[in-house]
């Protein structure tokens, strides 16, 4: 049998989907963590703060040694290619490699080459971040929030945005009751991509409602400059102000991945504020990774 994966949330059935929320909400409520006798590498070829560093505390929580490869200084900068790397990480013995790259396949292709090394989706180009969208989902789990009469609003640069990917595969599974998408015609999907979804071009009508606002980062990463929006011009048609969040039910709930652009997409009051889950999604990032390793390392019988 080849090593267990989690590449996207289409990729997960049923039964890991559920284990990993469920294990992340009793880790947030203090049960005891499993040793697990494994080791990790991290492989990090775009930016983290949140999702590298809370796989390295996750690690650690469950007694796993962890190792961080930056890539400019390794022998990637050599011609190495991505296979032969995973081939030297499995000859030293090492259990897990987390991955992200601004490919949107690579992991995809690199998992049809490995035997056993288990892979994980850290963030592959605008795919899939699946690790973000289950830690989310969890986040609203353990406040006791019903998937199926969830609304949620997702507004930002949804067309370049892998968190929305791995969001838009994973409510419709958990039987969310509504997901209705927002922002500036070059950020939203292609027509037709997301069926059951709404889309908008107005974010009072789409945030209208709705118990969930996730609010998303511009990936100008992503983006030509020439197509990046002024910051203010954006704030005003596309950012959560606390006089927009004003106009909804007094327990709506605001959601951010992060990183955070104050003042583009989302004001310091909202974000610093008593509706703003931003931080409570940091910590679950842990438990969920946490229970992510349980499901890779044990999780198979
Ligand atoms: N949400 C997220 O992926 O954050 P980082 O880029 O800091 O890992």
Redesign the pocket.
């Known amino acids: 049998m080849s090593a267990r994966h989690l590449l996207s949330i289409e990729s997960l059935d049923e039964a890991g989907l559920k284990q990993i929320i469920e294990r992340a909400c009793a880790f947030a409520d203090g049960a005891s963590a499993p040793e697990i006798d494994a080791t990790v590498v991290n492989l990090f070829h775009e930016?983290?703060?949140?999702?590298?560093l809370s796989f390295e505390r996750a690690a650690g929580c469950l007694g796993m040694q962890s190792f961080n490869i930056e890539p400019q200084l390794s022998s990637a900068t050599k011609g190495e290619s991505l296979t032969d790397t995973a081939a030297t990480l499995q000859a030293m013995g090492m259990d897990c490699l987390i991955l992200r790259h601004a490919d949107d396949n690579l992991i995809f292709e690199l998992a049809q080459k490995v035997k056993n090394l288990h892979l994980v989706n850290a963030?592959s180009g605008v795919r899939a971040?699946p690790s973000?969208a289950l830690l989310d989902a969890a986040v609203l789990q353990a406040r006791g929030l019903s998937p199926a009469g969830l609304k949620l609003a997702i507004v930002g640069d949804i067309r370049h945005s892998r968190?929305a990917a791995s969001h838009l595969a994973l409510w419709p599974r958990l039987g969310a009751a509504e997901i209705r998408l927002a922002g500036p015609h070059n950020m939203l999907p292609d027509a037709g991509a997301t069926p059951g979804v709404t889309v908008h071009d107005n974010m009072d009508e789409a945030i209208a409602g709705a118990n969930v606002v996730m609010m998303l980062r511009i990936q100008r990463e992503r983006i030509d400059a020439e197509g990046w929006p002024d910051s203010q011009a954006y704030f005003a048609d596309w950012g959560l102000s606390r006089e927009r969040l004003s106009r909804l039910a007094p327990d709506s709930l605001v959601m951010h991945?992060?990183?955070v652009n104050r003042d583009v997409e989302i004001s310091s009051e909202v974000a610093d504020g008593p509706n703003a889950l931003i931080l409570d999604q940091v910590r679950m990032g842990v438990f969920a990774r946490m229970a992510i390793f349980e499901w890779l390392l044990r999780g198979q019988d």
């Open positions: 930016p983290s703060t949140r999702t590298r963030g971040h973000q968190v991945p992060g990183p």
